[in-house]
């Protein structure tokens, strides 16, 4: 899809909205450029020059659909002109620390008194309260002390955490703030009063883990029950996790990287016997496969399946992906190059936009598609300034208009109370969307299998694989396959406002759940369909996995550097598996829990469109495209696009100013890259350096070519003194500078210091009893969230059906067939 310069007004689902965006980092940014691909009016306010966004290689992409005004803030002209834009405004998002936002009056006393109306979202690194509220919020910072470096340390075969590159907290935060501006839109419809909402980098990140928080949590509880088991490979680089086998990641002869997902029973056989190593399991040296007992054995079967992919072209790997549907496996791509997959081109989630200065600009479509295509058309990022004079004439010309009143303050209600929302999927991408709107008030009612949705039973202790996608839902198991389970769904849907499905292909068809059957029954309810890959095209039939749309979208060639070039040798095929592995499938972050945040935000879209009374049908994300929109910083290509800036060889950092440096006992993340932030560093070194006397390192561009030097400069100093010293001294000084944290970030969010800050709260499980569990992601002003904990099999299947009109002595037979399943 091609559109051109054309800056008009979009007519998409928020087309009534006015958003003024003060964002000066990428997660601001890609909040609202979320709300202008769904039409908002989204006015950025930049300084002059411009904004420091335009630094990031992919600018034309973030700032699309935006229009342009130029301001100083530092002058109370530019800040009169602030106060009176705002004024026409429904929403104002902002990424200032909180001291830099009470410096120019933004705080919600202030707001709410001027503008009662406004939704103001800030998004920080750290939250705007507890210990950590006024440390910079780069994301490296984040990452660092939190322990997802550690986690990642596979990336690299030195000792030590590594640098994490792709901007997981950045995306998680925007899209916990969108969330939190529509469900505080939603609740403005009936109390007419906006309200502060917030969104934060730790809690941002710490969304995307599926199941490893309550992992974490029971070898905390019973350290002798379970043998840990927190990386993939050893020390020496040998696997140690069965899953290497269903997750292979090979290169083929030709030198192609593949990553298999052959998770099932069935596909795994399928594989071997592709492999021709199902005779070889009849050794019974092999005995307990893939549960194998020690290193060598697990080695050289590995190495084993590694020669036999690599025997193989691409082509001929690529015939038998198309001759045999039990075995896929998907090529690591680039960001670039992931715009041109299959399924991708198929379904028009690629498209160009004619941007003025620059020419054509590939981008991602938007992350919701309805009818078959985009939300609404592409439009250009503007220039700086482009727009002052008509947004200065609106002004105006609302100035003399008079302003709408507000309504009575409501209680301190959940902002989606009395939305109801169907759930139908399995596993974490799709589900955890409505966990995420449970928070907020929805109530969710899963409908699972009578044995459960499987994601229960990822994890050796019952129930912990699942508890974190199940909390605040109710789970109602039914057979859908049965005609009386059927008839049972149907008439929940009567009742529901949401229907989330999240089959592949036309499995929801089949089953008698997609969106013609449904609004036949129940014509008000918005409905959304997020497969891994698509309704149609040539993957929709496909499973979807973590590792394999890390591959398929480049997620998984930003963490893991120039791990997808062509390996020389043996141990280099080794090494790179290694460190795929790392960038696409450690649990903390990959691209399951990027996809159900945007689940989360494509439900809030519908529901604020059905308000309005706007229909959206046919309503489409998908794991692969929502990945896409989080990577938007790496895919947007054009003539003349600045050099991307990648990680070190050994995964420090991004140069001397942005990485980490290696302390008496563990290592610091020292965040300090920008022109402005280099005299505070200057001065906070003093004591131990003379760095403002070094000519090489007086300029940026110095700075720039003497990196190497500059880096080993400061090395010296960061050896002097230890990790946590130098955190309480440099953050006391404003620079951005923290402790490494070298335990794994589900672990640490669980500890009190984390729970003190509050990014985690307590709840009670009918398995787990008393426990913390992640905070909800988005903090409002006036409205309330909730917390709860997760809920077992058919927990609920008696309260709900009897809901429904279903009597006990029904529900006893439809027991007895098999129909439906309770635990009480």
Not at 339 to 355: F, I, K, S
Not at 405 to 417: I, N, Q, V
Not at 535 to 559: I, N
Not at 676 to 701: G, I
Request: aromatic share 8%.
């Amino acid at each position: 899809m091609t559109t051109g310069p054309d800056q008009a007004k979009s007519s998409g689902p928020l087309a009534d909205l006015v958003v003024v965006d003060l964002s000066t980092t990428l997660p601001g940014a890609q909040a609202s450029q979320f709300l202008a691909d769904c039409g908002a009016d989204v006015i950025m306010v930049e300084p002059p020059g411009g904004s420091d966004l335009r630094d990031l290689p992919g600018w034309p992409g973030l700032l699309r659909g935006k229009r342009s005004i130029t301001l100083d803030l530092h002058a109370e002209d530019g800040l009169a002109t602030l106060r009176a834009l705002l004024s026409t405004a429904d929403v104002l998002i902002t990424t200032m620390r909180p001291t830099s936002a009470t410096r120019i009056g933004l705080t919600p006393e202030a707001l709410g008194e001027k503008y009662p109306r406004l939704i103001w979202a800030s998004i920080t690194g750290w939250g705007s309260t507890g210990p950590w509220k006024d440390y910079k919020g780069w994301e490296g910072l984040v990452m660092a002390k939190t322990g997802v470096m550690f986690e990642k340390r596979q990336l690299t075969t030195r000792p030590g955490p590594a640098f994490v590159t792709a901007p997981y907290a950045s995306f998680g935060a925007s899209q916990a703030a969108v969330h939190g501006i529509l469900a505080a839109l939603l609740e403005r419809m009936s109390s007419g009063r906006g309200q502060a909402v917030e969104s934060n980098l730790v809690t941002g990140m710490a969304a995307m883990d599926p199941y490893n928080w309550f992992y974490e949590m029971v070898l905390e509880r019973y350290p002798d029950a379970f043998s840990p088991m927190d990386v993939a490979y050893d020390d020496a680089g040998r696997p140690q996790a069965y899953l290497i086998y269903a997750l292979l990641i090979a290169a083929t002869k030709d030198g192609r990287w593949l990553q298999f997902a052959q998770t099932a029973p069935r596909l795994m056989q399928a594989w071997l016997t592709e492999l021709d190593l199902v005779r070889e399991l009849a050794d019974p040296k092999w005995t307990g496969f893939p549960m194998l007992p020690t290193a060598e054995l697990r080695t050289e079967f590995w190495q084993m399946m590694l020669d036999r992919v690599g025997a193989r072209t691409f082509e001929e790997w690529q015939q038998v992906f198309e001759t045999n549907d039990d075995i896929s496996a998907e090529a690591f791509r680039t960001p670039d190059e992931a715009l041109d997959h299959p399924q991708v081109v198929a379904e028009g989630r690629v498209a160009t936009v004619d941007n003025p200065g620059i020419g054509p600009v590939r981008q991602p479509s938007t992350l919701i598609h309805a009818d078959g295509k985009p939300l609404t058309p592409l439009r250009p990022a503007p220039l700086p300034g482009q727009h002052d004079d008509e947004v200065r004439a609106t002004i105006a010309a609302a100035a003399a208009a008079a302003a709408p009143a507000a309504g009575t303050p409501a209680p301190d209600e959940l902002p989606l109370r009395g939305v109801t929302v169907l759930e139908f999927g399995t596993m974490f991408a799709g589900p955890y969307g409505a966990t995420v709107l449970g928070d907020l008030g929805a109530r969710v009612i899963k409908i699972e299998p009578v044995d459960g949705d499987n994601i229960r039973n990822l994890v050796a202790f019952p129930e912990a694989g699942g508890a974190k996608v199940l909390q605040g839902k109710e789970s109602v198991a039914i057979n859908l396959t049965s005609p009386a389970g059927l008839e049972l769904v149907h008439e929940l849907v009567k009742r529901s406002d949401v229907v989330l499905q999240c089959f592949r292909g036309a499995a929801a068809e089949r089953a008698q759940i997609d969106e013609a059957t449904l609004k036949a029954i129940n014509p008000d309810i918005v409905y959304l369909s997020t497969p891994g890959y698509g309704v149609e095209g040539p993957y929709a039939a496909r499973p979807a996995y973590a590792p394999s749309v890390g591959a398929a979208t480049g997620l998984s060639a930003v963490d893991g550097r120039d791990a997808t070039n062509t390996p020389s040798d043996a141990d280099a095929l080794r090494a790179g598996a290694r460190t795929l592995h790392a960038a696409g499938a450690v649990p903390a972050v990959q691209s399951d829990g990027i996809a159900a945040l945007g689940v989360a935000s494509a439900i809030l879209v519908g529901l604020y469109a059905k308000r309005n009374g706007v229909e959206l049908a046919n309503m489409v994300t998908t794991m692969l495209g929502t990945v896409h929109q989080a990577l938007i910083s790496y895919n947007t290509s054009y003539k003349g696009r600045p050099e991307i800036a990648v990680a070190d060889a050994q995964f420090y950092g991004l140069g001397a100013l942005y990485r980490m440096y290696q302390a008496a006992d563990g290592w610091v993340f020292l965040a300090a890259p920008l022109p402005h932030e280099w005299e505070t560093l200057v001065k906070a070194l003093s004591p131990y350096v003379d760095l403002a006397s070094d000519t090489r390192f007086s300029t940026p561009q110095g700075r720039g070519d003497n990196d190497t030097a500059l880096a080993r400069v400061l090395a010296d100093v960061f050896a002097g003194k230890g990790k946590q010293q130098w955190e309480d001294e440099l953050a006391a000084l404003d620079v951005g500078c923290v402790a490494i944290l070298e335990r794994n970030s589900e672990s640490a969010l669980q500890s009190d210091p984390f729970f003190e800050a509050g990014y985690s709260v307590e709840a009670v499980s009918p398995i787990f009893d008393e426990h913390r569990r992640l905070a909800p992601l988005t903090r409002f002003s006036r409205s309330r969230t909730k917390a709860d904990a997760g809920c077992t099999i058919g927990q609920h299947t008696r309260a709900v059906l009897g809901e429904i009109g279903v009597g006990q002595e029904r529900i006893a037979e439809l027991l007895e067939l098999g129909v439906i399943a309770c635990d009480n």
